[in-house]
């Protein structure tokens, strides 16, 4: 049997990722808490399946996003929206909205959002959904990375300038 201490070393590591993409998937935060204590205990009950050596990252999303399927289907059905964990991540960074305005902003951002090219949705989920650092994506589609790092930051001043438009 696999000891408490390796198995909370490796959680630990990849707690901030798994935070994001439940996040990303169940908008509410208290439905996304019960997502992410369900996947918490999964993931320890299912522990000993875990092979040694593997990406343990990738095993623990696999086990989230069938949580986060279950969830959906039981309890979170009407809450969804299309790409909620960008939404939140971008939402974060546009200060000054104020907290009574959160619906507002989420509907502006998901509003912005859907304006983008297919390319550049798929470059902000890589970055923010699957977490890829810019050397990853950029090795990944063969180019630059400070060019990427660029082309993201227009993107987010894209969405900003849009969010602030729109509201």
Wanted: hydrophobic content about 35%.
């Amino acid at each position: 049997m696999k000891d408490e201490k390796q198995f909370f070393s490796l959680y630990l590591d990849v707690l901030p990722a798994l935070k994001r993409f439940i996040f990303s998937q169940i908008p509410d935060l208290h439905s996304a808490q019960d997502v992410l204590q369900e996947v918490s205990v999964v993931i320890w009950n299912k522990f000993n399946k875990y092979e040694d050596g593997t990406n343990f990252k990738a095993w623990v999303l696999a086990i989230a996003r069938y949580e986060i399927l279950h969830a959906k289907r039981s309890y979170v059905k009407d809450q969804l929206v299309s790409s909620p964990k960008l939404l939140e991540k971008f939402a974060r960074h546009y200060e000054g909205f104020g907290v009574e305005k959160g619906e507002e902003k989420r509907v502006a951002l998901e509003h912005c959002y859907k304006k983008l090219s297919d390319k550049n949705k798929k470059l902000l989920q890589s970055r923010y959904w699957q977490d890829m650092s810019y050397s990853e994506i950029s090795e990944k589609q063969g180019g630059r990375e400070n060019t990427l790092r660029i082309k993201i930051y227009r993107i987010k001043k894209t969405l900003k300038n849009c969010i602030e438009n729109y509201m």
